[in-house]
């Protein structure tokens, strides 16, 4: 059943969000597809470092990832129902972006064609039409849980993006005028 899901997504089969939706014992299984395809993505683009700062980047390039997820998701319901009354609940919105999350496991082929020169030129436009795919799997995914119209879903997907993109700014500034950096954390491992 969830192969079939995740090929749902992948084709943008009709009614695949909505069952996600609807099915409460998704919830676990959509953090699990976010964790995971996270995991996957830092593991790839982690992989020219040494082996120490290799492991450190992929486990904390995935925390960061999963809790950037989850925070997109809660502003972006907060979004739909702060400005259009949209009737959807955090979970609903975990279920349908988690399983849209899939389509970042793009990231991954991305990640192991820079280790190729050739592949990489060749796969650019592949890994380019599969990141705007994506995009258009959380609009609908976000549609789907939203239940608005497709202007007010867009509206809203944005909002919610930009309202990230600065919470993300500022933790960021915080944490970079605390000295918490990538460097600090090796640090506390020995790594250099």
């Given at each position: 059943?969830?192969?079939?899901?995740?090929?749902?997504?992948?084709?943008?089969?009709?009614?695949?969000?909505?069952?996600?939706?609807?099915?409460?014992?998704?919830?676990?299984?959509?953090?699990?597809?976010?964790?995971?395809?996270?995991?996957?993505?830092?593991?790839?683009?982690?992989?020219?470092?040494n082996i120490g700062h290799w492991f450190?980047?992929?486990?904390?390039?995935?925390?960061?990832?999963?809790?950037?997820?989850?925070?997109?998701?809660?502003?972006?319901?907060?979004?739909?129902?702060?400005?259009?009354?949209?009737?959807?609940?955090?979970?609903?919105m975990v279920r349908?972006?988690?399983?849209?999350?899939?389509?970042?496991?793009?990231?991954?082929?991305?990640?192991?064609?820079?280790?190729?020169?050739?592949?990489?030129?060749?796969?650019?436009?592949?890994?380019?039409?599969?990141?705007?795919?994506?995009?258009?799997?959380?609009?609908?995914?976000?549609?789907?849980?939203?239940?608005?119209?497709?202007?007010?879903?867009?509206?809203?997907?944005?909002?919610?993006?930009?309202?990230?993109?600065?919470?993300?700014?500022?933790?960021?500034?915080?944490?970079?005028?605390?000295?918490?950096?990538?460097?600090?954390?090796?640090?506390?491992?020995?790594?250099?």
């Amino acid at each position: 059943m969830l192969t079939d899901r995740i090929m749902g997504a992948f084709t943008f089969k009709k009614g695949t969000y909505a069952e996600v939706e609807k099915d409460t014992s998704f919830t676990q299984t959509a953090w699990i597809l976010v964790a995971v395809v996270s995991f996957l993505q830092q593991l790839g683009s982690n992989a020219s470092r040494n082996i120490g700062h290799w492991f450190i980047g992929t486990i904390v390039g995935t925390i960061f990832a999963v809790i950037g997820f989850a925070l997109a998701a809660f502003v972006i319901a907060w979004v739909g129902r702060s400005l259009f009354k949209a009737d959807v609940t955090f979970e609903e919105m975990v279920r349908t972006l988690g399983l849209a999350y899939i389509w970042n496991i793009i990231g991954v082929i991305g990640a192991l064609a820079a280790f190729s020169g050739a592949l990489s030129c060749l796969l650019a436009p592949a890994l380019f039409v599969g990141a705007i795919l994506g995009l258009i799997a959380w609009f609908v995914a976000a549609k789907e849980a939203l239940d608005l119209e497709w202007v007010q879903t867009i509206i809203t997907v944005i909002i919610g993006w930009i309202v990230l993109f600065v919470m993300l700014a500022i933790a960021g500034a915080v944490l970079g005028l605390l000295g918490v950096t990538a460097r600090g954390v090796l640090g506390l491992f020995g790594g250099q």
